[in-house]
């Protein structure tokens, strides 16, 4: 069965550097996203990508965070001058989009601690 | 604001029968979903309902009443590979757009 592709799996970085986190997604959905779970909290929306734009954000989705998808396979997530408080697991999902029973796709995720 | 409602914590033993409820109260509704959670894992996708009533998916069946604002998800002859967390979650839009999540209920099977 198809599969979201996330990597890496834990990802340890100095607060205020950047970080980027890769996703593949299933190869013939046209709906992505990021999302987010602090520890021990519930899953957070950040941020959906179609056609090549944002179509949706949240608020916790600042000036901080971008998303791009730099070839036809992968979809990223970069967080700048990263802050403690962005210590989460980051999930990418996607979806077909199409019909409205299909559902979001969640890849194994990123563990980001920032020190 | 967005509010979905769950209980943080049920039990259960194997074989029985588990309703996990919740409730929102939501801006906009276009589906509800459940998805099953393993610590340290992604969410898997469980059941999908736009429509009041009743959807059956071999051992788990899920519910959704909108005049309500309620939805339950049913697990019928529990194993002890059920223990996880299940989080419901409200599409607010249309196809493609954002899941809103509620902060799951942790289940554990016991024998």
């Known amino acids: 069965e198809p599969e979201v592709t996330q990597t890496p799996s834990h990802q340890v970085t100095q607060m205020g550097q950047e970080v980027i986190l890769r996703c593949v997604p299933i190869?013939?959905?046209?709906?992505f996203y990021w999302y987010r779970q602090i520890l021990g909290q519930k899953v957070e929306f950040l941020v959906s990508f179609y056609n090549n734009e944002i179509s949706e954000k949240s608020e916790i989705f600042d000036d901080q965070f971008s998303v791009e998808r730099p070839d036809g396979s992968n979809f990223t997530l970069k967080i700048r001058s990263t802050k403690l408080e962005d210590s989460a697991m980051y999930f990418c999902?996607?979806?077909?989009?199409?019909?409205?029973?299909?559902?979001?796709?969640f890849g194994d995720g990123t563990r980001l601690s920032i020190l | 604001g967005q509010n979905i409602d769950q209980p943080t914590e049920m039990t259960a033993t194997e074989g029985a029968i588990v309703q996990i409820n919740c409730t929102y109260q939501?801006?906009?509704?276009?589906?509800l979903f459940w998805y099953q959670q393993h610590a340290g894992e992604a969410p898997t996708f469980l059941s999908y309902n736009v429509l009041d009533g009743l959807e059956e998916k071999g051992r788990f069946s899920s519910f959704l009443s909108r005049s309500k604002g309620y939805s339950y998800l049913l697990l019928k002859e529990l194993q002890m590979k059920d223990s996880a967390s299940y989080l419901c979650?409200?599409?607010?839009?249309?196809?493609?757009?954002?899941?809103?999540f509620g902060k799951g209920t942790t289940l554990s099977v016991s024998s």
């Open positions: 939501t801006s906009g509704f276009n589906g």
């Open positions: 979650a409200v599409r607010l839009n249309q196809a493609g757009t954002a899941l809103i």
């Open positions: 999902a996607s979806s077909d989009g199409q019909y409205s029973n299909q559902p979001q796709h």
């Open positions: 190869s013939n959905h046209l709906y």
